[in-house]
């Protein structure tokens, strides 16, 4: 092996490792994202769900005020 090889063969070393410390790094905000979504899937059901029955609720009590104007 030459030493411009050896120079070559350094440098796409270098450059492969500084790719990999982004990619790691970028893996690991991905994770965190995943994490964090996951974390709070529960509570934002839960949320859904109260307003579902709030929602509900609304649409019963407009229900019946149309009910009653019709008798």
């Known amino acids: 092996m030459t030493k ?4 070559w063969l350094l440098q796409k070393t270098f450059e ?3 790719l ?3 990619n790691n790094k970028m893996l690991k905000q991905i994770v965190n994202v995943l994490n964090y979504y996951i974390s709070h899937a529960r509570e ?9 029955v709030l929602a509900n609720l609304i649409s019963n009590v407009v229900d019946l005020r149309t009910i009653r104007g019709r008798k």
């Open 44 to 52: 934002e059901n839960e949320h859904d769900f109260g307003r579902n």
């Open 20 to 22: 990999l410390k982004e």
């Open 4 to 7: 411009r090889d050896e120079e």
């Open 16 to 18: 492969n490792n500084q």
